[in-house]
């Protein structure tokens, strides 16, 4: 039959990955004396494979992305190499790529925390994390553009301090707690955070203040997440409503201790603290983006207990910081990892 006499009776595709191999490329450097000047030359290695290790950038960039974002074990990671890709490696040589990747990984944890502390808006959080069978606190600094994560020995106020070092936010988003507060101009509080405390003043009894504080919460939080659908003007006037509404739930009298301490808390220090996310809509009423760059780092924590030296939890957290600021460029976590292990990939996408 012709072409003619034909129809597409049927159209489907068949996807499938041939056998992985891993590519060995033999590089030969060679010697010579110049007979013009009677010096001895020596060829120069490739750039993108120099002596030493091996292992190249694509090798390191798979080790560090499925060590550090799924949580798989070194000596898991032999087995997945060695049937996965047929690469047969030691847990000692996983290590050594690790630790041999801390040197890029630094260099680019830097560039993002300068990118951060630059920004006008910062968020922060923090969580705990095992390092050599101690108790250590992973801290999460983040804008809209680059997330910096650190492992460090203390909770303390000094670390967002140091963090920050000469440089000051226009407005910093974060919880309560007192080692997050004070390092920028003006401060949002989380009211998710305030929203959970409420809740628990209602659950100890109190059935004057707390349940319209939550519900004024809640409220504020609806706002806020309609500002993109809605104008300046509508926004100054929710503004307004709401501060009215504010005042009027801090004269009441809590029903209980609880909720005394909650209304306390508001009414000496919070006043200005809850709505500011009304006047500047580059702020969110919630810390959810830094809680929600923590939660990886939370899993991690129960599926491995953390890190048996300094080394290992400074090249988590560096990655962790990558991994996070490409997702926020549309990047995968893959990519981000082998731009930066590779200088002639990361040229090419410059």
Known sequence: MSPADQTLAHAYDHIDLPP???????????????????????????????????FGSGIVSIAAYLHGCHMVSYDRLTEVFAGLLGLKLSEGAIAN????????????????????????????DETSARVCGKTWWQWLFAST????????????????????????????????????????????????HLIRDAQFAIDAGDIVFAPGFKAFLKRACAIGRKR??????????????????????????????????????MAV?????????????????????????????VIFRKVTNCFRSVWGAKVYADLRSIVATGSLAGRSPLASLRDVLDPVSRTAHA
């Open 97 to 124: 790529m690790l630790a041999r990747a801390a040197i890029p990984f630094a260099a680019e944890a830097d560039r993002i925390a300068d990118i951060v502390r630059s920004s006008p808006v910062v968020a922060s």
């Open 20 to 54: 992985i191999r891993p590519v060995t490329t033999r590089i030969n450097l060679h010697k010579g004396t110049c007979r013009g000047c009677n010096r001895r030359v020596a060829a120069s290695p490739p750039t993108d494979m120099q002596p030493g290790s091996p």
């Open 269 to 297: 220090d919070a006043r200005d603290k809850l709505l500011l996310f009304l006047t500047r809509r580059d702020v969110e009423p919630t810390n959810n983006r830094a809680e929600r760059g923590l939660r990886p780092s």
């Open 228 to 265: 993109p659908q809605i104008t300046d003007a509508t926004i100054a006037k929710h503004a307004r409503d709401l501060r009215r509404e504010l005042d009027r739930l801090l004269d009441l009298e809590p029903t209980n201790t609880e909720g005394s301490h909650l209304r306390a808390s």
């Open 145 to 192: 553009s680059a997330v910096y994560h650190t492992i460090v020995p203390t909770r303390g106020r000094k670390v967002p301090v140091e963090f920050l070092g000469d440089s000051k936010p226009k407005v910093w988003i974060s919880d309560r707690l007192a080692a997050q507060c004070k390092h920028a101009e003006a401060h949002q509080y989380c009211l998710a």
